[in-house]
């Protein structure tokens, strides 16, 4: 799942609930605990004069959010370092602690080599290993493309050519993002951002959407359609 950010501000952008699923906005709640927890609890935000105390740029702030479709709240740590003058600052890591992260999975009617692949980019993803996050997923769109019958010397070739089997070029251009973010990644040995390896996660959830999910759904409608109308034939004779 996409992370939810905190600004240096501890405001929350819109995100995807890990309550409900949902993306939606946040408030940040007030609570009678410390929102400052290390290296010293303390409820209001350190002047200088904490910070030069403690010796320690660098603070860890707890925030409650609170979803605006469910209500419930997420509880997130934030470890933001601040400058000189003691009121800007840089945030250098959010870790979110409830409710736990989840690795993504597929829809199961991606099919299953797919799956496999995806939810191992997913946990190293989880994990934080954004590199090898980008490596599996490059070798689940790999599958995908095998799955649908793509043919080429290369995955470049392979997906260009699923536009010949009825695939959108919005859908061949996000896969080749997933192209780039695995050879980036293992070849150059270039990192990239928790937003930049979740963003492609994303994308490649939204094509199985697409190419599987939708098509099964559709299928499943027209199936209890015929069963209905056959039970109304066989009642009617």
């Known amino acids: 799942m996409t992370s939810l950010t905190v600004d240096q501000n501890g405001l929350i952008p819109p995100g995807l609930c890990p309550n409900c699923h949902l993306h939606t906005g946040f408030s940040v709640r007030g609570s009678d605990i410390s929102t400052y927890l290390w290296p010293h609890a303390q409820t209001e935000h350190p002047s200088v004069e904490h910070q030069l105390k403690y010796g320690v740029r660098t603070w860890l702030r707890q925030i409650l959010a609170r979803c605006g479709h469910c209500g419930k709240t997420v509880i ?3 470890l933001i370092r601040f400058h000189e003058d003691g009121k800007t600052g840089e ?3 959010v870790i979110q602690v409830w409710p736990e992260r989840q690795p993504r999975e597929l829809h ?4 299953n080599a797919v799956r496999d692949l995806f939810a191992e980019g997913a946990r190293a993803e989880a994990a934080e290993a954004y590199r090898a996050a980008g490596a599996m997923y490059r070798a689940a769109v790999e599958e995908l493309c095998k799955d649908l019958g793509a043919e080429g010397n290369n995955l470049a070739s392979k997906i260009n050519d699923l536009v010949n089997r ?3 070029r919005e859908i061949v251009e ?3 993002e997933a192209r780039f973010l695995g050879n980036w990644s293992l070849h150059d040995g270039l990192e990239f951002s928790a937003e930049e390896v979740a ?3 994303d994308l490649i959830a939204e094509a199985v959407r697409i190419l599987y999910v939708q098509p099964e759904e ?3 409608m027209r199936d209890a359609r015929k069963a209905r109308r056959d039970a109304f034939a066989a009642g009617n004779p």
Not at 108 to 111: G, I, K, Y
Request: without cysteine; charged residues 25%; glycine residues 4%.
């Open 76 to 78: 997130l740590y934030q």
């Open 91 to 93: 945030v250098l890591r």
């Open 108 to 111: 199961t009617s991606a099919p």
């Open 166 to 168: 009825g695939v959108t």
């Open 174 to 176: 996000d896969f080749h």
């Open 199 to 201: 963003d492609v996660a």
């Open 218 to 220: 559709r299928r499943a």
